[in-house]
């Protein structure tokens, strides 16, 4: 095997494990899908290298960089020959593809292991992710599920998936909602990064089909989608999905579990007051404070939400209302099958 690949070669590689040698908090922030993190330093470590080589010399930063890594030498070289049982190769990457991911392949290599390196380090395979990216999304087709909140757009689109249709779950991917409270419940922040590598892995075997996709403003919480596919989405076939207001109002509940979340509820009011009269902030922290969370998310919807959207505007190639899965599950089949046999309505 060569010392450095192209991440376009390692795509057509079976049987590899990729290694992310970079700090626990760069792993954490972005890294390439399905590595797993082995850092030759730690962020601290990291961290002091990084203030040695911008403020002191870049050999003393070389010199305390080799001081904790041969430390680490005999634990890594343990962690790297058990890895090596479960597949043909190793390849290693650092940011840039240098000193960390160099050192580390090099010395293993010379031990006999079966260990390359990612050229051009992650940077190289962001760089790659984007122009592919860029290219997929002039070819690739999307049909788009619009619906006002609580009509279970995601849930619908999670049950395709599962039924084996090709989806684009982009909620999934952002790990956010689309609203300002679209991070209750959800923990973990993603970054654009890891965003993007999502849904590069989503469409990568096959970036000329049809994928069902939810209709969302360009923004995503904090994540941005890229111009093409945002156009793809308003220019695409799309089907808007109607429920009740009762019925919404019970799917926003059982996806946000206010008893659950009240504190970090309570903390996204804040944000979410500059947009209301003071009056209603007032009745709003009043119902959540009292548990009548059915009552409080129907007259947000009422009141804030719905008269914000303006996709009804659109034209529609089919309209559910108050649907089973199955039905719509059955119209996108056909739909998949032959899309010139439906006119908009």
Do not use: W
Not at 72 to 95: A, G, M, N
Not at 154 to 179: F, P, Q, W
Not at 313 to 322: E, N, Q, R, S
């Amino acid at each position: 095997m060569l010392e450095e690949l192209n991440y376009e070669d390692i795509e057509k590689l079976d049987n590899i494990v990729l290694v992310d040698v970079r700090s626990e908090g760069e792993y954490k922030n972005a890294h390439i899908p399905g590595a797993i993190s082995i850092p030759i330093l730690n962020d601290d470590e990291r961290r002091e290298v990084g203030t040695l080589y911008d403020r002191v010399s870049y050999d003393l930063a070389k010199i305390k960089a080799v001081e904790y890594a041969s430390k680490k030498l005999p634990e890594l070289y343990e962690k790297y020959l058990e890895l090596e049982k479960t597949c043909d190769e190793i390849v290693i990457y650092c940011d840039r593809g240098g000193y960390r991911s160099t050192v580390l392949e090099r010395t293993f290599r010379a031990l006999g292991m079966h260990i390359s390196k990612l050229s051009g380090g992650y940077k190289a395979y962001r760089r790659y992710v984007i122009e592919k990216l860029d290219e997929y999304f002039e070819r690739i087709k999307v049909l788009t599920f619009y619906g006002l909140t609580g009509t279970h757009k995601t849930y619908i689109i999670r049950r395709l998936e599962e039924d084996g249709i090709k989806v684009l779950d982009l909620e999934k991917y952002a790990n956010h909602r689309g609203s300002i409270f679209g991070s209750v419940g959800l923990k973990e922040k993603v970054s654009q990064k890891m965003f993007d590598s999502y849904i590069y892995e989503a469409i990568k075997d096959d970036p000329d089909a049809i994928y069902i996709t939810e209709g969302e403003s360009r923004r995503i919480g904090d994540i941005v989608l890229h111009e093409k596919l945002y156009k793809k989405m308003l220019d695409s076939d799309k089907i808007l999905i109607e429920a009740s207001l009762d019925e919404r109002a019970k799917n926003i509940c059982e996806d946000y579990l206010p008893s659950e979340n009240k504190e970090e509820i309570i903390k996204t009011f804040e944000e979410f007051k500059k947009f209301i009269s003071k009056e209603r902030y007032e009745k709003y922290s009043d119902m959540l404070m009292e548990g009548e969370y059915l009552e409080l998310i129907k007259d947000m919807m009422k009141s804030y939400y719905d008269p914000k959207y303006s996709f009804k505007k659109y034209d529609y190639i089919k309209v559910f209302t108050d649907a089973s899965y199955d039905d719509i599950k059955e119209f996108v089949k056909k739909y998949l099958t032959d899309q010139s046999s439906y006119a908009k309505l």
